[in-house]
């Protein structure tokens, strides 16, 4: 068994069809040793394949599968997964699947995975993969913040439905304005070899794929949706419970991705600067960031970052360059996140402008997010 176990997080609005799409994937060979991590047990059709349930909500498959039920945080089920791997209790764990709730917002659950300094060493996050219903996806977006951020998110977006309606362009437009690069797959079809495996580094062929990851970042450039820069909160910096009235008079075009490039190497301390002040200035409105950094100390080993909000990934190193351009290449998705301001501060990071930073007497109460990392 290898760690880290990769975990992705399937999520989808009410309706959308993910747990329908859960239950086909789970019958494919390729999801057997997945343990699927569910809000209720009742939604997943898995009681014929039910061969015995332990006192704990462990439930093995015949399969080889292995369902869990959350009994409380959802750090504490993961933990408990490699528990029982570590116990014998689990024979194989070879992945971890996390079905959301149709109103949950994917930021919290992503910053679980992130934030725990035992979980980052048994999981890492594999990908995202959303759920989008042809019937009512494009009124699910435009009255529920929810449901935009799901799609905004997303390393995967799967449509449902599609044998009662096909996607309208209203629809794909309006996913496309939240997230352009993310390949759209359809749920009669698509199975786990392009659902899964979305992170930089593929195991298969034990190569990393940075296009790929980054969805070919040019899909991203400049891809401000004709809306400005917003400097505003849409009423996000909050506790992300099941108070859902915020929905009402959310703006989803306030979501949106763009990208930062810069041809050649930056100092690590610069690397460092840029991603502290952007945390402690911009984290509650940063949904979602990717990206591959060539570092001046060492231009021949690209350093990986991921980041969720104000909480970065602890960064990895790649053995070497795969084919395509090096230099500074990042994928920032926010929600109202002032696009002008994160390009002049990148600017003045990498050297391109002259410095006019924020204040760091700001930063005093907030430790550096990635302090500590070893380069």
């Known amino acids: 068994m290898a760690f880290p176990i990769p975990v992705s997080v399937l999520t989808g609005f009410l309706g959308s069809g993910k747990t329908t799409l859960l239950n086909r994937l789970l019958k494919d060979e390729a999801l057997t040793d997945t343990a699927v991590i569910v809000n209720e047990l009742g939604e997943v059709g898995i009681d014929h394949l039910l061969v015995e349930t332990s006192n704990d909500g462990l439930i093995e498959l015949a399969g080889g599968c292995i369902c869990c039920t959350v009994r409380g945080d959802l750090v504490d089920t993961l933990a408990g997964l490699i528990d029982g791997v570590q116990t014998g209790r689990i024979a194989r764990l070879s992945r971890v699947v996390v079905e959301t709730t149709g109103l949950a917002d994917p930021v919290p659950v992503l910053l679980s995975l992130m934030g725990h300094p035992a979980l980052m060493q048994a999981f890492r996050l594999d990908g995202v993969i959303a759920t989008v219903d042809t019937l009512n996806g494009a009124a699910s977006i435009h009255a529920h913040a929810e449901a935009a951020r799901q799609i905004a998110v997303a390393d995967r977006i799967v449509l449902t439905k599609t044998d009662l309606t096909p996607a309208s362009g209203a629809l794909l437009a309006a996913i496309r304005a939240l997230n352009p690069g993310a390949p759209l797959l359809d749920a009669a079809t698509a199975g786990p070899a392009e659902l899964f495996n979305c992170g930089v580094y593929d195991p298969a062929t034990k190569t990393a794929d940075v296009g790929r990851w980054l969805r070919d970042e040019a899909l991203h450039l400049d891809h401000d949706h004709g809306h400005g820069d917003h400097d505003h909160h849409h009423g996000h910096d909050h506790d992300h419970g099941h108070d859902h009235g915020h929905d009402r008079g959310h703006r989803h075009d306030a979501i949106r991705s763009f990208s930062l490039t810069h041809a050649g190497p930056v100092p690590y301390a610069a690397v460092e600067t840029f991603f502290d002040l952007l945390r402690t200035t911009q984290g509650p409105r940063l949904l979602r960031m990717k990206g591959v950094i060539e570092l001046a100390e060492d231009p021949s080993r690209p350093l990986v970052v991921h980041g969720v909000q104000s909480m970065l990934h602890p960064p990895a190193r790649l053995p070497a360059w795969p084919p395509g351009p090096r230099g500074v290449r990042l994928v920032l998705i926010g929600d109202g ?20 930073l924020p204040d760091r007497a700001a930063l005093e109460d907030n430790p550096l997010s990635i302090a500590g990392m070893k380069i």
């Open 337 to 356: 996140l002032p696009q002008d301001y994160v390009r002049r501060l990148f600017a003045a990071i990498t050297g391109q402008v002259a410095p006019d």
